[in-house]
């Protein structure tokens, strides 16, 4: 018990300064279930810092929690080109991936088609291909979109404990970034045509990836990046702005599992982007961060996620927002 008192200390302690706009209103119905959503649009100046944290709770299948060690883990291995797998889904193949293991032999017999846009989805710690993640977004996009949707597959190195998993980032990020760029240059595929969305551990892989292609890719949606271990000022780990000529970055979990720090061009933060409705106490967070991919799928279908920027988040409790509105997500993310 006095673990879950500490944890619920900590991300109280996380007290968000904003200096830019904040907030938002609109309610929203979303199509899988309904809650009331409020998104937030903002930068926030303070700069929260992931490393402070030693240890965070993990919820277990069986109701149970355990405590995942940040101080004195060890690193259960190393990451090499093999851990990362990739799976192509299209319109005609939306169920069974096709797995890529070689760029021009696979992707020539396959439904893959170069004069369409490419998106990479990346996956987060204890996550793999099949994981809701990447079911719910793939599905919703390829519903409404032909294109070539690419789910990366890390599983063998983000199943490990998650000091291994974040450790491994950087080097998966790059080799996510080599897949691209082959990719690209066998097909002739501008990298105007792509664009990334990660969740968690996977939205500071994509900002990797993408900055190992120079900024180039078009756009990278950061689902609730991840926080621990994560220092907002190493732009060579945590996802930011010049990562890709467009960053957008949706929190659901600030101050627990993902950062509240503004990172990108536009940071949304529905319902104030620590706790979600619907999510009962969520000692973990695990819920409220699980909503960035949701809402993300959810606005693809249906883009209502209408936000409003705000001056502080003070102005935002108060119902005070007067700055310019925009749509949360959507398959074209809005670009100021
Ligand atoms: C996907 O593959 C599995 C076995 O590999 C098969 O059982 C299933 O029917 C396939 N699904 C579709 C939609 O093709
Ligand atoms: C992918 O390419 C590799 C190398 O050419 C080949 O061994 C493998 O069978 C191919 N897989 C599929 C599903 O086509
Ligand atoms: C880029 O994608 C668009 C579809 O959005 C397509 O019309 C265009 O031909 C693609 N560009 C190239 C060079 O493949
Ligand atoms: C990125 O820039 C470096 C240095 O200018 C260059 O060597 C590399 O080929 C570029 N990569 C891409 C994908 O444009």
């Known amino acids: 018990m006095n673990l879950v008192i500490l944890l619920i200390a900590f991300s109280l302690s996380h007290t968000v300064a904003l200096a830019g706009p904040v907030l938002v209103y609109n309610i929203a119905q979303l199509l899988s279930y309904s809650i009331l959503v409020s998104p937030i649009r903002n930068y926030v100046s303070l700069e929260e810092d992931g490393n402070r944290i030693s240890y965070f709770l993990v919820e277990k299948g069986d109701g149970t929690y355990e405590v995942e060690d940040l101080t004195s883990a060890p690193i259960q291995s190393r990451a090499t080109e093999r851990d990362v797998k990739y799976y192509l889904y299209t319109k005609s193949n939306k169920e069974n991936g096709t797995i890529i293991t070689n760029i021009f032999t696979n992707l020539t017999s396959s439904s893959f088609d170069p004069n369409k846009e490419v998106v990479v989805a990346i996956h987060g710690w204890k996550n793999d291909f099949s994981s809701p993640i990447n079911a719910h977004i793939k599905d919703a996009i390829l519903d409404k979109f032909d294109l070539n949707f690419i789910v990366v597959d890390w599983s063998s190195i983000a199943g490990r404990n998650y000091v291994t998993a974040k450790n491994a980032v950087l080097q998966i990020g790059r080799y996510i970034g080599t897949f691209i760029a082959s990719l690209a240059s066998t097909y002739g595929i501008p990298l105007s045509n792509i664009s990334l969305i990660g969740h968690s551990l996977g939205a500071h892989a994509a900002g990797i990836a993408s900055s190992a292609l120079n900024g180039s890719i078009d756009h990278i949606v950061g689902l609730d990046p991840a926080s621990p271990l994560i220092s907002v000022s190493n732009k060579d780990y945590c996802l930011d702005a010049s990562d890709a000529k467009f960053v957008q970055v949706i929190h659901t979990n600030g101050g627990l599992l993902g950062l509240s720090t503004s990172l990108g061009h536009t940071d949304y933060f529905p319902n104030g982007g620590k706790r979600q409705p619907g999510c009962g106490l969520d000692i973990t967070g695990s819920c409220a961060h699980a909503r960035s991919y949701e809402y993300y799928a959810s606005s693809i279908h249906n883009n209502i ?22 749509l949360m997500g959507g398959y074209s993310i809005e670009k100021e």
């Not at 001056?311 to 007067?322: A, H, L, N, P």
Request: charge should be positive.
């Open 305 to 326: 996620f209408l936000s409003q920027e705000c001056s502080s988040y003070k102005d935002y409790t108060r119902g005070k927002c007067s700055g310019s509105f925009s």
